[in-house]
């Protein structure tokens, strides 16, 4: 293999390389003579089929696959003897005028990874803002959990639903005095102001009896997720099978063994077994966050452009998704596009803190194990169907990239808990309002990298965007996706966040390189059958690193 380097500018490389149709010929010889003993051909013995007929049948074939072959063990060879480390998936293509049985020429262009230099690690000084958990904040859980566990009594017949009731009904929807797919129902169950259906939906339910017959008129959202019902107004015919008011909770010991537990006291010790890890995820993310600062401040070389421009464009197709659900998405696409400077900015500084971690963790011995990775893997197969699940299992084993993209945040953690032991830490106790004060004042900022390459720190905060004039954004747990009135179903189920922080302070970013098919997912199914409310967004806006 002839080798000539026609570019080096900056990290950026340009190669050609020539593989010789002899190289080529010789990987077909090889094969012919591996497969020949398995061809069979009429008129011949099992084994007995003269080479010459064998490469009239299978030659083009073996020579594209010696092609290939000689291809990627050719770059591997480049990057080898040049001693290169592609930032990304090196761009290779095959001359034009290329013949079988001619020499085959390449042009191979890449971007290497900059030589980062040593981060330094002495003299971090960090403080953990600590917030005890205090009686009142579990007594006000313990209220909260009570009161979803609402235990539903029969009204009496002559009773009228009122907000906050159950009522329970069938019901058929029609459009222009024609029953729709997915509009028949039964045994329905709603609560009353709940904004789980269609707008006006539930108003309408407000005073009926047990035993009722109503008709009521609904108008489809336009952005409703069924193209033929969209905008188009509909009757509901409702028969009410029964109305049910909420009896009293109360905070007690049956409360807890009604949920399978022994005790009050066990509930108890169960919510504040919550609350700390939620409030010790508060404490990690404010800490983590002046951590990366002090990295972004100290280290400053020149980064892949390619993976800047991948991580920037995993960075804006999110924005767009969330734009896309705002109340006027023109308004917010116009406000992220007056500061796509600044998200480019964002970008940028994540892929140097990858850079930086990772050569922190190569540096000191931080490893992801396969016992550590073989669970990473079995639990990010569980949001899959038992078919797709051996499937998705197999792509990773199989697809380093995809292998990357899981083990990318564990490692990015492990690195993170090697620099706090590095660090001075000093304690200071805060309430919980001053916490979050404190994380929200830094939402200017993006911290953490995310770098859409194959190295163990593809992952990051996403830039908490800046509020548009929308309503607030509902929890994507409880949001529901808008379909027909049958076939509501919940939100897809989000993929497992770290324990760090909540979603919404912390969220992991997939590496904008080759990503794995996710095979598609078990739908959850629908708690109640019902037309759904859609769900509102989160807000898009800019951030600066």
Not at 65 to 87: F, H, M, T
Not at 449 to 470: E, F, S
Request: hydrophobic share 40%.
């Amino acid at each position: 293999m002839q080798t000539v380097e026609t570019l080096n500018e900056g990290l950026k490389r340009a190669y050609t390389l020539k593989i010789t149709a002899k190289d080529i010929d010789s990987k077909v010889d090889a094969e012919l003579k591996r497969v020949a003993p398995q061809v069979r051909m009429p008129g011949f013995r099992p084994g007995k089929v003269p080479a010459n007929l064998v490469r009239k049948m299978h030659g083009p074939a073996l020579a594209q696959d010696a092609l290939n072959s000689s291809i990627q063990e050719g770059v591997q060879q480049l990057l080898a003897e040049q001693k290169l480390r592609p930032a990304m998936q090196p761009s290779v293509s095959l001359e034009n005028d290329y013949e079988p049985g001619k020499d085959a020429e390449l042009k191979v262009e890449l971007e290497v990874l900059p030589d980062v230099p040593t981060p330094s690690i002495d003299g971090l000084t960090l403080e953990r803002l600590t917030v005890a958990t205090d009686e009142t904040a579990l007594n006000e859980q313990l209220q909260k959990f009570a009161d979803q566990q609402k235990r539903w009594e029969d009204a009496k017949a002559t009773y009228k639903a009122k907000a906050g009731d159950l009522v329970v009904m069938d019901f058929l929807g029609k459009v222009g005095d024609v029953a729709f797919d997915g509009g028949t129902g039964e045994d329905m169950s709603v609560e009353i102001g709940s904004g789980r259906l269609i707008p006006g939906f539930e108003d309408q339910v407000i005073g009926v009896k047990t035993g009722d017959e109503r008709q009521i008129n609904v108008t489809f959202p336009d952005d409703y997720n069924v193209d033929t019902l969209k905008g188009k107004p509909a009757t509901f015919d409702l028969t009410i099978k029964a109305v049910k008011t909420a009896g009293e909770t109360k905070i007690d010991d049956e409360l807890a063994t009604s949920l399978g537990l022994e005790s009050l006291e066990q509930l108890k010790g169960l919510l504040k077994g919550q609350i700390d890890q939620e409030l010790n995820g508060l404490t990690r993310t404010h800490m983590k966050r002046k951590l990366l600062d002090q990295l972004a401040e100290g280290h400053d070389f020149p980064v892949p452009p390619s993976m800047v421009e991948a991580e920037f464009n995993q960075i804006w197709s999110q924005l767009e998704h969330e734009a896309s659900h705002e109340e006027d998405p023109a308004a917010a696409i116009a406000e992220m596009e007056s500061e796509r400077a600044d998200y480019r900015d964002i970008a940028e500084r994540r892929v140097r803190l990858g850079l930086l971690l990772s050569e922190i963790g190569q540096a000191n011995g931080v490893e992801v194990s396969q016992q550590e990775m073989n669970r990473l893997i079995a639990q990010a197969a569980q949001q899959y169907g038992p078919e797709d699940r051996q499937r998705f299992m197999a792509y990773v084993q199989q697809e380093p990239m995809a292998a990357a993209q899981l083990r990318a945040p564990l490692y990015e953690d492990k690195v993170v808990d090697f620099l706090f032991e590095k660090a001075t830490i000093s304690d200071r106790e805060v309430t919980r309002e001053e916490l979050e004060a404190a994380i929200e004042s830094e939402d200017g900022h993006v911290h953490g990298p995310g770098c859409g390459h194959d190295h163990d720190h593809d992952h990051d905060a996403k830039p908490k965007a800046k509020k548009a004039a929308a309503k607030k954004a509902a929890p994507a747990e409880a949001a529901a996706v808008e379909e027909t009135p049958v076939e509501a179903k919940p939100a897809k189920k989000a993929a497992a966040k770290k324990a760090e922080a909540p979603a919404e302070v912390v969220e992991e970013v997939k590496p904008a390189a080759k990503k794995a098919p996710k095979p598609k997912a078990e739908a959850a199914p629908a708690e109640e059958a019902a037309p759904a409310k859609k769900p509102a967004a989160k807000k898009p806006a800019a951030k600066k690193a």
